[in-house]
């Protein structure tokens, strides 16, 4: 297995994702308009919004986020990946590929949600390097059991939404975990705990996707 | 051989030798292109052996002998967001080989001029041809050819025959699925024809 | 004994079991605080057990799959799935139905309670999941491998919502089950316990049967000389008048 091939893949993700705009042009303002939407619905009461706002912004990353892995990758198609499987890429090394890409994008989206939040629900602005460690490690959990459902539901009917149901609920301690570390800002409690849950549901679940890997793409096609 | 509960292929005995371009013809739904996938390590057979470049299952599954086939589909995966350019440049990148070499696999097709072209803007003859491209660069010693005759123009016919004699000339082997036996007459050492998933005729070209 | 005569000691065990565990449930003692309404939980406790129960057997026969590749571990997994999915619900429903008058609310974020829901959704997706994969050998290997990453995970969203609750309130509601137990309900829910986790063997019994005689069915039908997916396609008919 040879791990300096998973540079050349990840450019080729992004480059694609950049001239496609899949994530930029679509996802990012649909999570932005959803922001939006749940703002409005829960009424112009300001004190309340910006309580809310947190948990509003991961709730969102969460449900949305799912649609990043979900979008045309270079390994992720059964012809694709026959060609990097007869070029020796290890199904290992394209998974990794795969969601780490996937972790860079998501950590764009969160990057413009982040603002888009504060402008509508303007939370208080407090622990922000604790919180910026814990909007990566969203990342990287969402990104990988993304990637890993993206796989277990390739070529099926409904994968555009078995994705999000089989993500959501596995993925609820990192949100649980990203609002908690903001909350607890406010309250000058300690970051750590989360932290380290948040780290804890990562490893697992990126431990599961590089098991799954290679099972997984013996029976791809 | 199956597909899922489906049975494909029975009763083959095939043998490629180096330094051989075999054509195999048939009917459609005979059996040909699940043939060439098994030929590729890309389908395990659900019965029976299969020994490539001296070795067999599950050992022809190794990175090592998957590097030395390459296989052209009907769609030759190209990222249709990429430009034929940077795809190739993928490949070269993955088999450790220069930029500069995909871009001359490319102007060796006659895509010179397209290579900076998303893939997605081809038509369906030019991604054909850069499946050929990808052959070229990756100078394979088992080369499997889907119709590589379909979509291309009669120019570019002789193509398919020249990417094939530079394997061969290599000492490699060639297995050319392909309907259009005229066109690649006098290419073919031997041509085998399946019909419904068993080998019916054997012969030379 | 045959195999079709323990399939039936089974059966008729779990029947008779389930009746007279329904009326253990009707006969015990009634609660002094919530009444009749306590009666509930010699349902709500087995169900929550068997879901629970369900789920796990599915992680080993998931595991199991992969590690031999044999047909019957992926129909046991499936098996119990099917059969733990609705215990989920009937251990969803019937908490819903004892909170309301108990606590005054459907739902309340007990981190048990909500562990249970993501269970059931989760589940969904596996049961959702089969049915989107045709190929028998594809739908196998994935399904065992969200089988194990979903019960692997739920520990640590159990844990996430423990913390959670814990830092925000203390569980000082009203809990189902209370150490002091009189006896004879305690009795009457091991009794339940017992007849519901013969039921599930009885069901998945019968599930794992049917799985098996649909795959006999489709390996009957792939005999040697059973037609080739070529044998489908013959020669066109009409080429005559394409001539013309």
């Known amino acids: ?221 | 051989m199956r597909i899922g509960r489906t049975r494909v292929l029975a009763g083959l005995d095939v043998t490629v030798a180096a330094g051989e371009v075999v054509g195999v013809t048939g009917p459609n739904g005979s059996g040909k292109s699940t043939l060439l996938r098994v030929l590729a390590t890309l389908r395990r057979p659900s019965r029976g052996s299969l020994d490539i470049l001296g070795r067999s299952w599950p050992d022809v599954s190794s990175p090592d002998v998957r590097r030395q086939i390459v296989l052209v589909g009907h769609d030759p995966g190209l990222h249709p967001d990429l430009t034929l350019a940077e795809n190739l440049e993928l490949v070269a990148a993955l088999s450790g080989l220069s930029p500069a070499s995909a871009r001359r696999a490319l102007a060796d097709v006659g895509l010179a001029a397209a290579a900076d072209r998303p893939a997605r803007a081809c038509s369906e003859g030019m991604r054909r041809r850069s499946g050929l491209a990808r052959a070229l660069l990756c100078r394979p010693r088992l080369l499997l050819l889907d119709e590589p005759h379909a979509s291309l123009d009669a120019a570019s016919r002789p193509l398919v025959a020249a990417v094939a004699d530079q394997v061969k000339a290599r000492g490699g082997a060639v297995v050319v699925v392909t309907h259009d036996l005229d066109g690649a007459a006098g290419h073919l050492d031997r041509v085998l024809r399946l019909e419904g998933g068993r080998l019916t005729a054997e012969g030379c070209a | 004994m045959t195999t079709s005569k323990r399939h039936l000691v089974i059966d008729v065990a779990a029947v008779s079991l389930v009746l007279a565990g329904f009326a253990g449930a009707l006969l015990a003692p009634t609660d002094r605080l919530q009444g009749d309404l306590q009666r509930l939980m010699y349902v709500h406790v087995p169900s929550a057990w068997l879901a629970y129960l369900s789920f796990a057997v599915t992680l080993v026969a998931s595991v199991a799959w992969l590690r031999t590749r044999r047909d019957r571990w992926d129909e046991l997994a499936v098996s119990s799935v099917e059969v733990g999915v609705f215990f989920t619900a009937l251990t969803l429903t019937t908490g819903s139905l004892w909170g309301k008058p108990v606590w005054g609310v459907w739902w309340t974020w007990d981190p048990r309670l909500v562990t249970t829901a993501l269970l059931f959704l989760v589940y969904l997706g596996y049961l959702g999941l089969r049915r989107g994969i045709v190929d028998p050998d594809v739908r196998a290997r994935r399904s065992a491998i969200l089988g194990i990453i979903a019960f692997v995970q739920i520990p640590i969203v159990h844990m996430s919502v423990v913390w959670w609750r814990t830092l925000h309130q203390p569980p000082t509601v009203l809990k189902p089950g209370q150490p002091s137990m009189d006896p004879g309900m305690l009795g009457v829910l091991l009794l339940n316990v017992v007849a519901f986790t013969v039921t599930y063997a009885a069901l998945v019994r019968r599930r794992v049967e049917i799985a098996r005689a649909e795959a006999a069915v489709e390996d009957a039908l792939l005999s040697d000389d059973s037609p080739l997916a070529g044998d489908a396609v013959t020669a066109p008919t009409h080429v005559e008048v394409l001539d013309v």
């Open chain 1, 1 to 221: 297995m040879n791990a300096s091939l998973v540079r050349p893949l990840v450019r080729a993700e992004l480059r694609a994702e950049f001239r496609a705009g899949e994530v930029v042009m679509t996802t990012i303002p649909f999570a932005a308009s959803g922001l939006l939407v749940a703002a409005i619905a829960i009424g112009a009461d300001t004190p309340l919004l910006r309580r809310v706002g947190p948990g509003m912004l991961w709730t969102i990353v969460l449900l949305f986020g799912s649609f990043v892995t979900l979008r045309r990758t270079v390994s992720g198609e059964p012809t694709r990946q026959e060609v990097l499987t007869l070029l020796g890429v290890d199904p290992v090394i394209q998974w990794v590929a795969r969601a780490a890409s996937s972790t860079v994008l998501l950590l764009g989206v969160i990057a413009v949600l982040v603002p888009v939040t504060v402008v509508i629900y303007d939370p208080p602005l407090t622990g922000l390097a604790a919180q910026a460690v814990a909007a990566v490690l969203v990342a990287v959990g969402l990104g990988a059991l993304g990637t890993l459902a993206a796989d277990l539901t390739a070529s099926t009917r409904s994968r555009t939404s078995l994705v999000p149901l089989i993500v959501t609920p596995l993925t609820l301690p990192l949100v649980l975990a990203a609002v908690q570390v903001q909350e607890g800002a406010v309250y000058a409690a300690s970051p750590w705990p989360w932290l380290l849950l948040a780290a804890l549901t990562d490893v697992t679940i990126v431990l599961a996707g590089l098991l799954a890997a290679r099972p997984l793409q013996e029976g791809a096609v």
